[in-house]
């Protein structure tokens, strides 16, 4: 195959002559994926604009130079990536692949949704649905596009660390109501119920962000590296023969679902102060 080829030549560049067709013919195929990216949301090229942007740049400078072993590890580097791309996505066939969320398959790949992930995806405003969702259109054939899964993390690590600072602030809030009420001590039953709301939505506020710091720390080296081969072998070990990738989107609702439903329990107060909620959100 041709990609095995170009990694071959990779390997082994001394003595091969790169000759100014074929760079050029790396030009234009980086230059038909840029445009790809700019006019599809659904392109298959390999590579993100930043990145043909950077390669484009790396030839013009080729072009400028001497061809010898430098410049053919280039070019077949490059290469190889493209023709395994192609290889992927059937390039030349009856049925190639022209949209990354399409499968090749004509049965529909996705999984069924499980009557624990209709049950409990609720609980979390249904959040759940929506990571599965995006997935699902990452995740193709076991087979994962970089740019994007890229998009699709960065989004996640933002909504993570927007709900840092108001979990931060609910967790001091909290902590105050409480060492209050435990020096004053009364027996009514508003009080009991307002301290087990504070503690509710302490619990809540201290899940989303712990998980929301795993979840970040994790996922941020992952997009940092760039490996795409990474990514595919992290979704293929997540994917679940009869659940899919229903887990990894269950973690991935919490910290939303959790900074949610922290908010709720405070209100059973009668006294509480409408004006910090409302500065709480405006923060959001």
């Not at 192609?86 to 190639?96: E, L, M, V």
């Not at 992930?117 to 249904?126: C, E, M, R, T, Y």
């Not at 899940?207 to 710091?213: A, D, E, F, N």
Request: aromatic letters at 14%; glycine letters at 4%; a negative charge.
């Amino acid at each position: 195959m041709d990609w095995q080829f170009w990694s071959h030549i990779e390997m082994f560049p001394d003595a091969r002559n790169i000759s100014r067709n074929l760079v050029d013919r790396l030009a234009n195929t980086l230059s038909y994926g840029w445009n790809d990216l700019m006019t599809s949301e659904t392109s298959t090229t390999p590579y993100n604009a930043d990145k043909i942007a950077e390669l484009s740049r790396l030839i013009d400078i080729m072009k400028r130079g001497t061809a010898d072993e430098h410049h053919a590890i280039i070019v077949a580097r490059n290469m190889a990536t493209l023709c395994k791309e192609r290889f992927y996505n059937y390039h030349g066939q009856p049925s190639a692949r022209l949209n990354r969320d399409e499968s090749m398959s004509e049965e529909n790949i996705h999984h069924p949704r499980s009557l624990i992930f209709l049950a409990l995806s609720p609980l979390l405003f249904w959040m759940p649905d929506i990571y599965l969702a995006e997935l699902e259109r990452v995740w193709v054939d076991d087979t994962v596009n970089y740019t994007p899964w890229n998009k699709f993390m960065n989004k996640l690590i933002r909504d993570w660390k927007s709900s840092e600072m108001p979990a931060i602030v609910l967790l001091v809030v909290n902590a105050g109501s409480l060492a209050v009420q435990n020096i004053y001590v009364t027996e009514t039953t508003t009080d009991s119920v307002s301290t087990v709301a504070y503690y509710a939505s302490t619990m809540f506020s201290l899940t989303s962000y712990v998980v929301g710091q795993i979840l970040t720390r994790q996922y941020h080296t992952m997009v940092e590296q760039e490996d795409v081969t990474a990514v595919a072998i992290y979704l293929k070990g997540k994917s679940d023969l009869y659940y899919g990738l229903e887990y990894p989107a269950f973690a991935y609702s919490i910290p939303a679902g959790c900074f949610i439903w922290r908010y709720h329990p405070l209100t059973l107060h009668p006294s509480m102060n409408t004006g910090i909620l409302t500065w709480l959100f405006l923060a959001y």
